[in-house]
């Protein structure tokens, strides 16, 4: 039994598809075969689903964006097997090319009708040659002081050595890849994909749900009492994971939080009002200390559904 599968000549690791499965999100694991292995989806989706019916150890060694998925009747004719992939290769190509042309022409003909309207009922037809004559004369005026600013524009993007845009800073925070868009949702996979949770070592010594909830009153400076008073919320931990980058601090793990309101019965995210609050936190233990204390997450954790499906199973 091999630890990684062969997809489009591209090896993806076994242990990474089954924690999404495992965690109820499939979606996560089709997207991350579609994207790395450059396949369509329906390829993914009839890889993922011989991972739930435990058929994929079978395929140790081929790659399966060639192989014949008949997993009822393992026939050894491979002309065959060829032939049938090919032909549904082709049929699903024509059908997504013909509906790729009509929602163009669909497009067009909306741009087209909203150009219509607007250089009609906006604009004025009359009107369009005095308007370009306008931005004409704007666009001429605007383009002296463009090239003087040239230089000090030139000298803005440079950043001195050491210094990092808040941008580039990637957040390292666990995200339900089921709530994102479709286009930040493949980045998001991807970023898990070399994360590479199967590496991840689930903590022997964690806190409880009343440590944590003491270690993040104090790193918020007691603005967390306020909101356990007031709003009535109650933090809750999740599955905790090794953190070896934080040694010197003593025993380190992190892990995802959620708040649990005690009176809704139902939990969130973070508080109303103000979120001070991210979703994950390092935890550690000094050495001879018995009190847990917290500080901002510094390793990548999977999203834990399991927590979240918990106490949304109590409302």
Same mark, same amino acid.
């Given at each position: ?11 993806? %690791? ?6 999404? &499965? ?7 694991? !089709? %997207? ?21 019916? %435990?058929? &994929? ?10 192989? #014949? ?39 067009? +003909? ?38 003087? #600013? ?23 925070? @666990? ?5 994102? @868009?479709? #286009?930040?949702?493949?980045?998001? !996979?991807?970023? &898990?994909?070399?994360? =590479?949770?199967? =590496? ?6 964690? @806190?409880? %749900? #009343? ?25 809750? &931990? ?15 793990? +992190? ?46 954790? @999977? ?13």
């Amino acid at each position: 039994m091999t630890k990684n599968i062969l997809v489009n000549t591209i090896e993806i %690791d076994k242990e990474t598809i089954r924690e999404f &499965i495992k965690q109820g999100d499939v979606n996560a694991a !089709i %997207d991350l075969i579609a994207i790395q292995a450059n396949v369509k989806y329906k390829t993914a989706r009839d890889i993922v689903e011989m991972f739930k019916e %435990d058929h &994929i150890d079978l395929f140790d060694g081929k790659d399966l964006f060639l192989a #014949d998925y008949d997993l009822v009747e393992h026939r050894g004719d491979s002309q065959e097997a060829d032939h049938k992939g090919s032909s549904f290769l082709e049929v699903e190509t024509n059908e997504r090319g013909r509906t790729s042309i009509w929602k163009a022409l669909f497009i067009f +003909s909306v741009l087209a009708l909203l150009a219509f309207v607007i250089l009609n009922y906006v604009v004025g037809f009359n009107q369009i040659g005095h308007h370009i004559s306008e931005l004409t004369q704007l666009f001429d005026k605007n383009e002296g002081s463009a090239a003087a #600013d040239t230089d000090t524009s030139k000298q803005n993007i440079v950043l001195s050595a050491g210094v990092t845009r808040a941008g580039d800073v990637e957040d390292l925070h @666990p995200v339900d890849t089921n709530l994102l @868009p479709l #286009d930040v949702r493949q980045a998001e !996979i991807a970023r &898990i994909y070399r994360a =590479q949770f199967d =590496q991840l070592k689930a903590a022997k010594h964690s @806190p409880t %749900d #009343d440590d944590a909830q003491i270690a993040l009153i104090h790193l918020t400076n007691g603005r967390l009492t306020d909101v356990i008073i007031q709003q009535k919320l109650t933090v809750k &931990i999740g599955k905790c994971y090794e953190n070896s980058t934080m040694k010197d601090k003593g025993t380190c793990v +992190s892990c995802m939080i959620l708040l649990y309101n005690r009176e809704k019965k139902n939990w969130q995210e973070a508080p109303n009002g103000e979120n001070f609050l991210r979703n994950a936190y390092d935890f550690y233990l000094p050495s001879g200390s018995d009190l847990w204390e917290a500080s901002p997450l510094s390793i990548r954790i @999977p999203y834990d559904y399991a927590l979240v499906d918990k106490y949304e199973a109590a409302n």
